[in-house]
């Protein structure tokens, strides 16, 4: 038939926006090369638990030694309310611990390791350009080993160190980290 188009299929795409800033310029989007490490919850909140709690665990040792060096029958009531604040003390520095773990977050944006925590409505927040890292170590100390839990230690130029704890497959994380630090400062060196 004359004067009949043949009409394709037609479909719109979307192109997507720029975000801009007040003054209409753009703004480059984030980058989507974010990576969270994923932590061992019970594992690091027993680690950070007993790290806080061994000055109150020697505290007692004096306390009840002392107690039981000069023991006489009207001491053993001083012996029970030890141990009672003891266990109080306990409990309390688990609550403490486990909250400080669930709100434990490490994420590695490009070159920048992020290590951030809020607890008792603090907020902490440390950042590590893998371009300033002198050394990458991955450290086990015994208490970390009765807890079966790693640490990867960072060594700026500025002598400074800077240790995440209890992240899942350390040892793959600390090969990858080391990798990525390689390829940043051979970017650098390479401009």
């Known amino acids: 038939m004359a004067g009949t188009h043949k009409i394709e299929n037609m479909e719109e795409t979307a192109v997507p926006e720029t975000p801009q800033n007040e003054q209409g310029n753009s703004v480059p989007a984030e980058s989507v ?22 000055p109150v665990l020697i505290v007692m040792f004096v306390v009840l030694t002392t107690i039981f060096c000069v023991c006489d029958k009207w001491l053993w009531p001083l012996v029970l309310l030890s141990l009672a604040v003891f266990f109080g003390l306990y409990s309390i520095s688990t609550r403490i611990a486990a909250q400080r773990i669930a709100s434990t977050k490490y994420t590695r944006n490009g070159n920048t390791i992020s290590a951030s925590n809020t607890y008792f409505g603090f907020y902490s927040k440390k950042a590590i350009e893998l371009e300033q890292v002198s ?10 080993k009765f ?8 060594m700026t130029t500025a002598n400074t160190r800077v240790q995440i704890y209890g992240i899942k497959g350390a040892a793959d ?16 060196h390479h401009k």
Do not use: G
């Open 33 to 54: 090369d974010v990576i969270e490490y994923k932590i061992t919850p019970n594992r690091l909140t027993t680690y950070v638990h007993y790290r806080q709690f061994w």
């Open 135 to 144: 050394r990458i170590s991955l450290i086990q100390t015994p208490l970390m």
């Open 147 to 154: 807890c079966d839990v790693w640490a990867i230690e960072f």
């Open 173 to 188: 994380v600390h090969r990858q980290l080391v990798e990525a630090r390689a390829v940043a400062l051979a970017a650098i």
